[in-house]
């Protein structure tokens, strides 16, 4: 990785000297929570020397720290100052007690949408092929199997809008 991760007690720190925190989620996780004083900068918006505007210390942060770690070449690339990733993302931050703005009349994330779904058609599958008949197995491992092929290719099937 490029970028050294920041623990959130160290990030509220440097937050207070007068560092930038971008949340690099999509529009929608960001609605239903975020950090207060954070900037928004959606992953798939962030090119080149994006942030060059930036004198101080960025802090990137997503959900549970995975995005960012995944893309840190790329945040790396957009930062032409001091930068680092935030461990533990959003999740991390509300663990250690500090403060997010939280909106509950947002609609829930697609990725989770997906998940209660493909996990519903599996369960579904597995009951029936328990109680109806064996064929209905092969739901859940249609649907098990459409899961993996997403998480793979990073192709779900359904528009970003759901």
């Known amino acids: 990785m490029s970028l050294p991760t920041i623990t959130p007690a160290d990030a509220k720190r440097l937050l207070d000297q007068g560092a930038t925190l971008i949340d690099i989620r999509e529009s929608g996780e960001r609605a239903s929570e975020h950090i207060p004083g954070s900037q928004h900068g959606p992953l798939g918006q962030i090119s080149g020397n994006a942030f060059e505007d930036v004198g101080a210390p960025i802090i990137f942060h997503c959900r549970s720290g995975m995005r ?3 893309h840190a070449d790329r945040l790396k690339e957009a930062a032409p100052c001091e930068a680092y990733v935030l461990s533990g993302g959003i ?3 509300k663990r250690a007690g500090l403060p997010v703005v939280t909106d509950k009349s ?3 994330e697609p990725s989770r949408k ?3 779904a493909g996990g519903s058609a599996v369960l579904l599958g597995v009951l029936l092929g328990v109680f109806v008949a ?5 739901l859940a491992g249609f649907a098990g ?4 092929l997403g998480g793979v290719f990073g192709w779900y099937g359904v528009p970003k809008s759901l």
Not at 145 to 148: E, I, K, P, S, Y
């Open 134 to 138: 064996p064929s209905f197995y092969l």
């Open 106 to 108: 947002q609609a829930m």
């Open 91 to 93: 999740e991390a931050w």
């Open 68 to 70: 960012t770690v995944n």
């Open 145 to 148: 199997a459409g899961l993996v």
């Open 114 to 116: 997906l998940m209660i």
